[in-house]
């Protein structure tokens, strides 16, 4: 019984050391044999098989002294076992093992880690794939979650995630992906895709588009690792330090974001107390070095810049209602959206009230670009109610609920709706 026992807590310790290893190592992991091996799904595929094997090894062993170095040899020994296996005169064989010099310099060269792992969010952030696949295929390769965690994150079957992921692997392989950073002419573009993934993970960590929890701060906090990561990658680039500063100021608020229910508490109801204030020194100072560079803010820089004007008001009728007016019309001539629109008209209802915010928002209903958004009506459905037509204000809100894909949002919205009756 003592021997079963003791078994099984080695094979705990094992496993738990293999993913803390892989959570916090595996973009340099999988970017280091990516290009050892010039085969992203191979090196995908030999990653996965070397943590397999550390699990029985270092039960059996106890945990290496460099355990990031014995998961790259023995996914590099898995490499070379596939490509023997394939043909013994294929020529990338013959590459690997001309290549066999460099292990010293893949393991010990931080400049050239840093590449790797910045190819690596490149090629996981590829135009070639759709943007479900990239965000898959981001969080498993960049930021190590397993099939699982992703799956359980976006509330779809395991199966849809492992497919996703295989099918990106696959398109990055047909398409002839090599693994190396884009030429800098083409970077910009390209850096604008990685940020576009790591703001809708954020997203969808902050405010989940359906299932029984408002926040799924396991993912939004996943985003923020990646953001971090990026900026210390790409320090030059502003819009970089403009998304980590709109996501770490947004994620402050958390705190006070939900009651101990788990429902929703609205900005105006919020114990901005509860805030987290260290949040918002990081969100500030990435701002900062947003701002610094001299070139105007970007998307995620004014929205950021939106997000610190309600972090410096001690409620929200002390809000600098019109800078948040002025940031979001800034935010509509560079990146315009509905959805931007939207939060201005939500903006000019509290800087000059409901009447002037409602003709925006009916301006958007013509225009059916949110017809199938829970939000329009949501937004309608408050002013309406601050105007004191309630009749409409409640169908609104009933029409907000039904669209709403969120538990915890939609019995808020019915509340209100009730409340009206």
Not at 230 to 252: D, I, K, S
Not at 385 to 396: I, K, N, P, S, Y
Request: glycine share 6%; aromatic share 4%.
């Amino acid at each position: 019984m003592d021997r079963a026992s003791g078994g099984s807590r080695r094979a705990d310790s094992a496993r738990r050391a293999v993913e803390a290893v892989w959570r916090m190592e595996s973009a340099r992991i999988v970017s280091a044999l990516a290009r050892y091996t010039r085969d992203f799904e191979l090196a995908e595929d030999v990653a996965q098989e070397a943590l397999a094997e550390a699990l029985v090894a270092w039960r059996r062993d106890g945990e290496p002294a460099d355990p990031v170095g014995w998961l790259l040899s023995t996914a590099r020994r898995r490499a070379i076992d596939s490509f023997r296996r394939r043909s013994a005169l294929d020529d990338r064989y013959a590459t690997l093992a001309a290549a066999q010099a460099e292990t010293q310099e893949i393991d010990g060269d931080p400049d050239r880690i840093d590449d790797d792992i910045l190819a690596l969010m490149f090629i996981s952030c590829h135009p070639v794939l759709s943007p479900e696949a990239r965000v898959a295929l981001t969080l498993r390769a960049v930021g190590g979650l397993t099939s699982e965690e992703i799956a359980r994150a976006f509330l779809v079957p395991v199966p849809t995630i492992q497919a996703r992921i295989t099918r990106a692997k696959k398109t990055i392989a047909a398409a002839g992906v090599t693994f190396e950073l884009p030429p800098a002419e083409e970077r910009g573009h390209r850096l604008s895709g990685v940020l576009s993934v790591l703001y809708v993970v954020f997203t969808e960590g902050a405010t989940a588009s359906a299932g029984e929890r408002l926040l799924r701060t396991d993912l939004a906090y996943e985003a923020i690792r990646l953001a971090r990561m990026l900026v210390a990658l790409l320090p030059a680039e502003p819009e970089a330090h403009g998304l980590l500063a709109l996501v770490e100021l947004t994620a402050a608020r958390f705190p006070a974001r939900t009651d101990p229910a788990g429902d929703p508490i609205l900005l105006a109801d919020q114990d901005r107390r509860r805030w987290d204030r260290s949040a918002i020194r990081r969100g500030l100072a990435a701002l900062g070095q947003a701002a610094s560079a001299g070139r105007g803010l970007g998307p995620y820089g004014l929205q950021a810049a939106i997000a610190a004007t309600h972090a410096a008001a001690a409620s929200v009728e002390q809000t600098d209602w019109e800078r948040v007016v002025l940031l979001y019309e800034a935010l509509g001539r560079v990146a315009p959206s509905p959805v931007v629109e939207l939060n201005r008209a939500v903006a000019v209802a509290m800087a000059t009230g409901p009447l002037d915010a409602l003709v925006i928002v009916d301006e958007l209903v013509v225009t059916g670009r949110l017809s199938g958004s829970h939000l329009l009506p949501t937004v309608r459905g408050e002013l309406l109610t601050r105007l004191g037509r309630t009749a409409e204000a409640r169908a609104e809100l009933e029409l907000a609920a039904k669209l709403c894909g969120n538990t915890r949002e939609r019995s808020v919205l019915l509340r209100k709706a009730a409340a009206l009756g």
